[in-house]
């Protein structure tokens, strides 16, 4: 029965040579995942779906052709194909589930909110991956409030002393290649967007970190606060990844958390 399984679940994928590149893709997609069996409560707990996944997405995740915008947009389209045609099967909940813990092992937390929205939060799998989307959701909550304080030895909360009609609130951490294309992108846009000024927070204390960033980015106001105080802030804002990127209004209300590489022309627009 399980050498079965592994025949129905491994296969050969063959193609016509005049079928475009789209073509080929969901072809290829629609072999790998219209195998899931209806009739299979512990299909979720088996190989074979982690197998699945790692066949979708390993490939987008390691392309080193495409820029890191290009990626996101490219994992972020498939993986809304994948929770749709997921979202009809009496099991969806399980391998929702499992989809948040793949991007969690391939260190890409960028899309767990997109996964977030088809979850039931009463049938995830474990203690575990519940306070993870318990933690997710409070962040989603934080829209239309005040700002969590930015505090500062030299001042109580900087997000005061910086005036603007709307503020880009990012919190900054490691100079990954994710990081640095996401910052470059906001640097291009804000630098067009009148009345509107960067607000970075540096999740260091590191001074030639803090050098080095003010050289890239001499124009935007920038904090760092000490290494006691980042605790509270990342708790604060409930940071799941950094970059993470907050519209604020002149009173420092969040409007609006940005998705990774999402214009501030489409953010302002619909506000």
């Given at each position: 029965m399980f050498s079965k399984e592994i025949l129905t679940h491994t296969q050969t994928i063959f193609y016509e040579p005049q079928w475009d590149t789209k073509t080929i893709e969901t072809k290829y997609l629609n072999t790998v995942w219209d195998q899931i069996p209806e009739n299979d409560s512990l299909f979720y707990n088996k190989p074979f779906f982690v197998g699945k996944l790692q066949a979708t997405f390993d490939g987008l995740l390691e392309d080193i052709n495409k820029t890191e915008s290009e990626k996101y947009q490219a994992i972020k389209k498939r993986l809304t194909w994948l929770l749709e045609k997921l979202s009809k099967h009496v099991d969806k909940?399980?391998?929702?589930n499992l989809c948040l813990r793949y991007f969690g092992s391939k260190g890409y937390p960028y899309v767990l909110s997109d996964i977030d929205a088809y979850l039931n939060e009463t049938q995830l799998l474990s203690a575990q991956d519940k306070e993870g989307f318990v933690y997710r959701e409070k962040q989603r909550h934080l829209l239309g409030e005040k700002a969590p304080g930015i505090k500062l030895t030299t001042a109580d909360n900087f997000l005061e002393t910086v005036t603007a009609q709307k503020k880009v609130l990012v919190f900054v951490g490691d100079n990954t290649p994710?990081?640095?294309?996401?910052?470059?992108?906001?640097?291009?846009?804000?630098?067009?967007?009148?009345?509107t000024k960067v607000v970075a927070i540096l999740l260091t204390d590191n001074k030639e970190s803090i050098q080095n960033f003010k050289r890239f980015y001499p124009t935007w106001a920038l904090a760092a606060p000490n290494t006691d105080d980042l605790n509270n802030i990342i708790e604060a804002y409930k940071?799941?990844?950094?970059?993470s990127v907050f519209v604020l209004d002149k009173d420092n209300t969040i409007l609006k958390q940005l998705a990774p590489f999402e214009s501030?022309?489409?953010a302002f627009s619909n506000l």
């Open positions: 909940n399980k391998y929702y994710f990081a640095f294309q996401l910052l470059e992108s906001l640097k291009k846009e804000a630098a067009t967007k009148e009345n940071l799941v990844y950094v970059p501030l022309q489409k």
